[in-house]
């Protein structure tokens, strides 16, 4: 890692935490994963505190999803003191006078991993225990208190009936902005998904975004420790996070077990039973419907950054040639059965 | 081309992904070595059969076009004729791609009017081929 990142965040600590008086950086590196951040894991010795580890999440020069920082710090805000596992958000800095481009920062979680979607058996003997933790915690993000948030100082509260209708404008303007070709699957899923509008959502809540196996750490023991990469949070309907936690490219090569864990039967189960909210089948259909979609948009995004050279991280090329497709595969195989059953 | 790139590739991966990878310290780098690797063998396994795949589906496209433009009216019918009748002037896979892609704005056109005229078994049909395309252009990976 430069030295030159290194003094730069030496004197940016020195600055920002007088009270611990003399600041040594004992370890720098970067973090692999999570192509919307540059990630850098510090170990910082404190004159008055001692060692402690603190995780830099800075700006890229370009992002595989145009989040503002100001969303995923206040993510992180929103659940401090709760009982949904977060690192402390400690530091947000949006000039660029101290790593060249915004970040802030966060407590280190130590002694966790997270699980590669490539992984056949992620968890091992703790599957069990991770699923029911992994749609348990889903249910209480759905139901924190939305109105005393930090999030809700920094993204707008969709009507109950028109949160799916702006996830879907938002998303089809993703792919209308930067698709490379066509997408002919994309937009007979957008046009089922305007003919087919989902129930009004039963409340809005904070959406992770992208909540799914890999974005969590777990402690190698069967309990998660810490529920990561809230760059896609938001306000809007609780049964977005739970379709894209159930989406198939997150099961580990096991659509029947979502997340590589329990089965979907329990999942949702588990998701009811902690957040006291329905998930009625059609709507997690049309939810689910959308997941996939979402994905595309994600990946068509990603897929341009590499070629166009803007960013050329491999999990942007890995996300157009292996996730999109599969996605395009999805929701085909959808498509079909909603059409086949709209006949029968 | 021997060796094919194909084999190229695919040992490129292996080479990266078994041996330079696990030497590097954990982190950023035995990370991004990796998944470049992966990367490749998605390459290699795209290789052989991606003029395969663009050609079937034009092929395919045209052949539906050509079934279907009589049909149809106005604008439409006659998109539906240009394009029926349109060729790919080499096997280059950006010629492919380039005709790809007008094949497809056309099919996007179709099925919309499939849609809204009512008409289930050219949408079943058409949904088909989709499901067909995105079946044949899946990458399968080994799970690790």
Redesign the interface.
Known sequence: MSDKLKAQITAYLRARMPEAGAIEINALSRIHGGASRETFRVRANMENGGERGLIFRRDPVSTLIETERQIEFAAYRSFRDSDVPVPGALFLETETRWLERPFFVMEEVEGGTAASILSADPYGAHAEAIGHQFFSILGRIAVRDVASSDLAKHSEKPAPDKAWMRELAHWEKVIDEDELEPQPIARAAIRWMRRNPPPPAQRISIVHGDYRTGNFLHDGQGRIIAILDWEMAHLGDPLEDLAWALDPLWAHHNPARPAGTISREAGIAGWEKASGLKADAKALQWWSMFASLKGIAIWISSAKEFQSGDNTDPVMAFSGLYCLPYHNKVLADRLVALNAGARS | MKPSPEIVLNHAFAKLAMEVGPALPA??G???VT??A??LL??AQ?FNRAADIRARENAAMRALFSETKDFVTGALNEELRAAAASKDRDLMIATL?QG??SL??V??AL??HA?EAGS?PL??RI??L??E???A???F????
Do not use: C, H, W
């Not at chain 2, 990976?141 to 690790?144: F, H, S, V, Y």
């Open positions: 982190g950023y035995q990370g991004t998944t470049t992966v990367s998605m390459a795209e791609d790809n892609a497809k704005t099919l996007i099925q919309a849609e289930y949408q079943a949904l088909q989709l499901q395309f995105a079946t252009r899946q990458i990976l080994p799970a690790t």
